[in-house]
């Protein structure tokens, strides 16, 4: 079977539903664990098919390396905020055995948008997807903030629906297909491509910049990563985001290949702008969970940088950034879940001041993420940062490598701002001592990794390689 | 370890001796277009000798140091530091490229900087220490230069190499600015400007008085035996190169001369113990100058290695007066010490006497030469250098001598306390002083024929240029006896001289401060050289640098720079958040029209 996984996912979840109103005790704790099992049992039939490629649906889907790996991505991703989930205290309202199998739903579309071959089923894995956000966005009901951030991501959702389906329906409307492979011979046929073809294009791009936060189509960004549940930001901010950059990147590099001399400055504009408003918007910022909102916008622009030139080595720096972008957000996100004062979550930038003197070991791991996230060298986001820039060198934009360096100094501004404060401000009133062993053990885990990534690239390069590789067979 | 790495090296010079030259390559350093430079060791009879000598010296260094700064708290970096300097110099010596050896230099002059300023409470001991950093920068951009018109003009560094090239690039010419510039010249003169810097000759020596500042032990390694050869030790080791160059063998010959009688008379008029020495360092080197300006690198190298001892024995004599002293440099308040400190006097005076070049110790036979061989020298002007020479003689036997009564024979000035604490230095001290003696008495007589003698030549000239001509038997010829005795003649006329005044007539030397005031103060002064530095450098490089920081720097650049920037950055970000207004159809609104921008800079723009 070649959609094993996603056949897996979808039973199990279907099971896990109907045994949920079942169990009387810490039902969210019971189906979590089995949710996570469920997880693990699909990467497995991933990696055991990793090397397959095949049309499925009659091209309504495609199962390939780049597909199956970004699915690894997404999976472990989403295991790992389970894991935080499950380990973490949280607040009551989210204790329901509802929250993991949400998850679930929204992982399902994730999976079925990474290999979708069709405009159509990838409309209809991404509201798969986002639907199920919706809901974990406004999962808390007795909040206030959380209900509002989930009204405004509703809204700005349905709009990049209909914007999707509007340059969907363009293109259809040209090519009388809405077949990726139909699509992309169209484009080798046709001498001059319609102007109303790349006005179709665009839109999609919004649609598409809208999931992934682009500037200039950021803003519910900041106001829903501070409104949301953390835990739920936190799953935001990974898994969804790896896979709409998987179907942008499937979409530009497959179907509209031919004509990346218009895309390419597009993307140049949205990676420009998301860059500059990532590093100067979360200069004012004092809350973590809205400048890690702005830190995602600039990490986003940076990715889209690598998109730019349409070469094999891009997606591999891309397919890398993610990686490290992952590790560096989940342990952040792991942390300020763990910031308490009085059992009470606190969320501002103050309140990290002196961590240094209670949680030394915290406070190094955390400022060894930060730092990576600044891209301090030897550490991953250096890495990543290094292998983008490498590609937009490679293709001689100079204009918008200097910028990227000049927007990562600014960024690392405000990471290095958190450092300090955690190093050397005085504490202004405690924070609860972590007791939690197992996030110290994890954080311990993304830290050293961030430390030691340097020491094995080339694990990560030939793994990504080989799967951007994958993605330009079709061509 | 410092015994160790000596034994070690006279093995080496075995080895040279029957092997060969060789270069042993460690490990490959630089990789770079047509640059490619090895970490190597270059042996030959001239390396080996060197690393010899340095290593011997800097050991007897070390064991003076022990006793020197036994009562220092930071001896251990001291000693560090010591043998920091003893490294890079090994460094600089073995070197088989100018590269490496231009590091080695750089270490050197770094670790002299830190020693002379090692007793950084002392703010002369600081601004000296700045000094020599400052004045050895210009001396090393004038060998940067040449080591970058060397690769231009060879297209390479390694020595052995260069060596090879040398006839084919006869003809070159440098094009600088339009004018043709004969490249070998250049080169040769711009090696010579950096070698100036670090063996503190006429202009760039106003240094090393200065650097006195630091321990003495460190002014008997770096500033005697070791670091301030370094110079000449490179026109050595590039001979075949300055050969091609007439001209700036004749520059090197003046300034040498002119060094030389410079330095020697400024000495006869100071009062610090070291000052004193070092200016007679200034003195010989520019006495080794004046050997290799006229061709003849075997004696400037045999005067090297004599003087290195003898200076080193001086150096550490002083040291040890200094330190019976309780710290008193000034030689007027000394005084009467023979009978006080009896080794230290003779070993002393047996420096004392080889620096002047009595007959039969070892700077009488590397001195002499050198003064014979300018007399041979067919230049126009020969015997006015050779006149210089011996003028330098001269002043060499006054402040020697003088030096020697006011510390050793005259009675006593100093205060009471001071006599009391007067003892003779302890054996760690001692020893090194014995032994370098040793050297000073024994090694020109011994090492005379190395230097001299046709077949030694022969093996010479393997590395270093050498004209075969100037044996000891062609010297012996040729120099009248008259020449030959004319050096002796002024030691005696010093020696005369300087009875004259300090013994018999006492009164004359006030009075003759009084009436010839303006000379006095001419030598006493150092002929004005550091005053008119610091009008014409000094003063308005930091008049320039407040100007500039005050201008340039803080409102310009940090205005338009770093300042102004993070200002842009803090409008513009509080502009975007107040863009984040927290209302739906504001996001709304932004989404459409991000939309219509993009259609339209597509349709109407690209």
């Known amino acids: 079977m070649i959609i094993l996984p996603e056949i897996i996912l979808s039973i199990g979840f279907l099971l896990l539903l109907c045994i949920s109103p079942f169990i009387k005790n810490d039902s969210h704790k019971f189906i979590g664990y089995l949710s996570l099992l469920l997880i693990f049992l699909t990467q497995f039939s991933i990696v055991k098919d990793i090397f397959i490629f095949e049309e499925v649906f009659e091209g309504f889907f495609i199962v390939d390396s780049f597909g199956s790996f970004l699915k690894l991505i997404i999976l472990i991703s989403a295991g790992l905020v389970l894991f935080f989930y499950l380990i973490v205290k949280n607040d009551k309202s989210l204790d329901r055995p509802e929250f993991p199998l949400v998850v679930l739903i929204s992982l399902i579309g994730m999976m079925f948008m990474v290999s979708a071959n069709n405009l159509l089923s990838l409309f209809v894995s991404i509201e798969l997807q986002s639907l199920a956000l919706y809901i974990l966005v406004s999962f808390s009901k007795e909040d206030l903030n959380s209900s509002e951030a989930g009204v405004k991501y509703f809204v700005v959702g349905s709009l990049s629906t209909c914007i999707f389906l509007f340059g969907s329906s363009l293109i259809y409307g040209l090519v009388g297909s809405t077949d990726f492979s139909s699509i992309s011979k169209y484009m080798i046929d046709q001498p001059d491509i319609p102007m109303i073809l790349i006005i179709g294009l665009i839109f999609i791009l919004v649609s598409i910049s809208l999931k992934i936060s682009a500037a200039p189509f950021h803003m519910w960004t900041p106001d829903v990563y501070q409104g949301a549940p953390t835990i739920v930001t936190a799953f935001i901010s990974t898994a969804p985001k790896v896979a709409v950059f998987g179907v942008l990147i499937r979409l530009l590099v497959f179907p509209f290949g031919e004509i990346i001399v218009d895309w390419g400055k597009l993307v140049i504009i949205l990676s420009i702008t998301s860059m500059i408003i990532g590093s100067l918007g979360a200069i004012m910022q004092s809350d973590i969970k809205r400048l890690m909102a702005y830190s995602t916008i600039n990490h986003i622009g940076f990715m889209l940088m690598g998109l730019v030139p349409g070469t094999e080595d891009g997606i591999t720096a891309i397919s890398i950034y993610l990686i490290l972008y992952l590790t560096m957000n989940l342990g952040v996100f792991l942390f300020i879940l763990n910031m308490q004062r009085d059992q009470i979550n606190v969320t501002s930038i103050k309140d990290l001041s002196g961590l240094y003197k209670t949680e030394p070991i915290m406070a190094g791991c955390l400022a060894i993420i930060l730092f990576s996230m600044a891209g301090i060298p030897p550490l991953a986001g250096f890495v990543g940062k290094l292998l983008i820039l490498n590609v937009v060198v490679d293709s001689n934009l100079f204009f918008l490598a200097t910028l990227a360096v000049i927007t990562s100094v600014v960024a690392a501004f405000y990471y290095i701002r958190m450092v300090k404060s955690i190093f050397f401000d005085e504490p202004s009133e405690e924070l609860d001592i972590l007791t939690n062993n197992q996030s110290k053990l994890l954080m311990i885990l993304f830290s050293f990794f961030n430390l030691t990534v340097i020491l094995y690239p080339q694990f990560f390069l030939n793994l990504s390689a080989s799967i951007a590789l994958s993605l330009f067979a079709l061509k | 370890m410092m015994i160790i790495a000596t034994i070690f090296s006279f093995f080496s010079l075995v080895f040279v001796k029957i092997n060969g030259e060789s270069a042993i390559i460690l490990s490959r350093w630089i990789d770079s277009g047509n640059l490619s430079l090895?970490?190597?060791?270059?042996?030959?009879?001239?390396?080996?000798?060197?690393?010899?000598?340095?290593?011997?010296?800097?050991?007897?260094?070390?064991?003076?140091?022990?006793?020197?700064?036994?009562?220092?708290?930071?001896?251990?970096?001291?000693?560090?530091?010591?043998?920091?300097?003893?490294?890079?110099?090994?460094?600089?010596?073995?070197?088989?490229?100018?590269?490496?050896?231009?590091?080695?230099?750089?270490?050197?002059?770094?670790?002299?900087?830190?020693?002379?300023?090692?007793?950084?409470?002392?703010?002369?001991?600081?601004?000296?220490?700045?000094?020599?950093?400052?004045?050895?920068?210009?001396?090393?951009?004038?060998?940067?230069?040449?080591?970058?018109?060397?690769?231009?003009?060879?297209?390479?560094?390694?020595?052995?190499?260069?060596?090879?090239?040398?006839?084919?690039?006869?003809?070159?010419?440098?094009?600088?600015?339009?004018?043709?510039?004969?490249?070998?010249?250049?080169?040769?003169?711009?090696?010579?400007?950096?070698?100036?810097?670090?063996?503190?000759?006429?202009?760039?020596?106003?240094?090393?008085?200065?650097?006195?500042?630091?321990?003495?032990?460190?002014?008997?390694?770096?500033?005697?035996?070791?670091?301030?050869?370094?110079?000449?030790?490179?026109?050595?080791?590039?001979?075949?190169?300055?050969?091609?160059?007439?001209?700036?063998?004749?520059?090197?010959?003046?300034?040498?001369?002119?060094?030389?009688?410079?330095?020697?008379?400024?000495?006869?008029?100071?009062?610090?113990?070291?000052?004193?020495?070092?200016?007679?360092?200034?003195?010989?080197?520019?006495?080794?100058?004046?050997?290799?300006?006229?061709?003849?690198?075997?004696?400037?190298?045999?005067?090297?290695?004599?003087?290195?001892?003898?200076?080193?024995?001086?150096?550490?004599?002083?040291?040890?007066?200094?330190?019976?002293?309780?710290?008193?440099?000034?030689?007027?308040?000394?005084?009467?010490?023979?009978?006080?400190?009896?080794?230290?006097?003779?070993?002393?005076?047996?420096?004392?006497?080889?620096?002047?070049g009595l007959p039969f110790l070892s700077g009488y036979y590397s001195k002499d030469l050198?003064?014979?061989?300018?007399?041979?020298?067919?230049?126009?002007?020969?015997?006015?250098?050779?006149?210089?020479?011996?003028?330098?003689?001269?002043?060499?036997?006054?402040?020697?001598?003088?030096?020697?009564?006011?510390?050793?024979?005259?009675?006593?000035?100093?205060?009471?306390?001071?006599?009391?604490?007067?003892?003779?230095?302890?054996?760690?001290?001692?020893?090194?002083?014995?032994?370098?003696?040793?050297?000073?008495?024994?090694?020109?007589?011994?090492?005379?024929?190395?230097?001299?003698?046709?077949?030694?030549?022969?093996?010479?000239?393997?590395?270093?240029?050498?004209?075969?001509?100037?044996?000891?038997?062609?010297?012996?010829?040729?120099?009248?006896?008259?020449?030959?005795?004319?050096?002796?003649?002024?030691?005696?006329?010093?020696?005369?001289?300087?009875?004259?005044?300090?013994?018999s007539f006492r009164n004359l030397v006030p009075f003759l401060k009084l009436r010839l005031s303006f000379i006095y103060n001419f030598f006493k002064n150092k002929w004005y050289v550091d005053q008119l530095y610091e009008r014409i450098f000094v003063r308005p490089t930091f008049y320039f640098g407040k100007g500039f920081w005050k201008s340039v720097d803080k409102e310009l650049i940090d205005n338009l720079g770093p300042n102004g920037f993070s200002r842009i950055v803090l409008s513009f970000s509080s502009l975007i958040s107040k863009l984040q207004s927290g209302f739906l159809y504001h996001y709304v609104l932004s989404i459409i029209i991000g939309l219509t921008l993009l259609i339209s800079l597509y349709t109407y723009i690209f």
């Open chain 2, 38 to 356: 090895d970490w190597s060791l270059q042996l030959n009879i001239l390396t080996a000798s060197m690393v010899l000598m340095v290593n011997l010296v800097s050991t007897l260094i070390h064991i003076y140091s022990v006793g020197y700064m036994e009562k220092d708290p930071k001896k251990i970096l001291f000693m560090a530091y010591l043998s920091l300097f003893t490294f890079f110099m090994l460094f600089l010596v073995s070197s088989s490229n100018l590269l490496q050896l231009f590091l080695g230099w750089e270490g050197v002059g770094l670790t002299s900087y830190l020693l002379i300023g090692f007793w950084n409470y002392k703010e002369k001991a600081n601004n000296a220490a700045l000094k020599a950093f400052i004045v050895n920068r210009v001396g090393d951009a004038g060998l940067l230069l040449a080591l970058f018109t060397t690769f231009v003009v060879f297209g390479t560094l390694n020595i052995g190499e260069i060596k090879l090239l040398i006839n084919s690039q006869n003809e070159s010419y440098f094009n600088f600015l339009g004018f043709d510039i004969h490249s070998l010249t250049l080169i040769s003169l711009l090696l010579f400007v950096g070698c100036m810097g670090k063996s503190a000759q006429f202009g760039l020596h106003v240094w090393l008085p200065d650097a006195m500042e630091g321990p003495t032990p460190v002014s008997a390694l770096i500033h005697a035996a070791t670091m301030v050869t370094a110079g000449v030790f490179l026109l050595i080791v590039m001979s075949p190169l300055l050969q091609s160059s007439e001209f700036s063998l004749n520059f090197i010959l003046i300034i040498g001369s002119i060094t030389c009688i410079f330095a020697s008379s400024v000495a006869v008029f100071q009062n610090d113990i070291k000052r004193i020495i070092a200016y007679s360092t200034c003195s010989q080197l520019g006495y080794m100058f004046m050997a290799i300006g006229s061709s003849a690198y075997t004696l400037a190298y045999f005067h090297l290695l004599s003087h290195a001892f003898f200076k080193a024995l001086l150096f550490l004599g002083a040291g040890s007066v200094i330190h019976s002293m309780s710290d008193e440099q000034d030689i007027k308040k000394m005084g009467g010490l023979y009978n006080k400190i009896p080794l230290t006097y003779i070993t002393m005076l047996i420096g004392s006497l080889s620096l002047i």
């Open chain 2, 370 to 503: 050198i003064l014979e061989i300018l007399y041979l020298n067919d230049f126009e002007y020969s015997l006015q250098f050779f006149t210089m020479g011996v003028i330098g003689v001269l002043f060499t036997s006054i402040y020697t001598l003088r030096l020697l009564v006011y510390v050793f024979h005259r009675e006593s000035v100093a205060d009471e306390k001071v006599i009391a604490h007067i003892h003779e230095s302890p054996l760690i001290m001692i020893l090194p002083l014995v032994i370098l003696s040793v050297f000073a008495i024994f090694f020109g007589m011994f090492m005379k024929l190395i230097f001299t003698e046709i077949n030694f030549l022969e093996m010479w000239s393997y590395t270093i240029h050498v004209d075969k001509s100037l044996d000891a038997s062609f010297i012996s010829q040729n120099v009248p006896v008259l020449i030959k005795k004319l050096p002796l003649l002024m030691i005696l006329i010093g020696t005369i001289v300087i009875l004259f005044l300090y013994f």
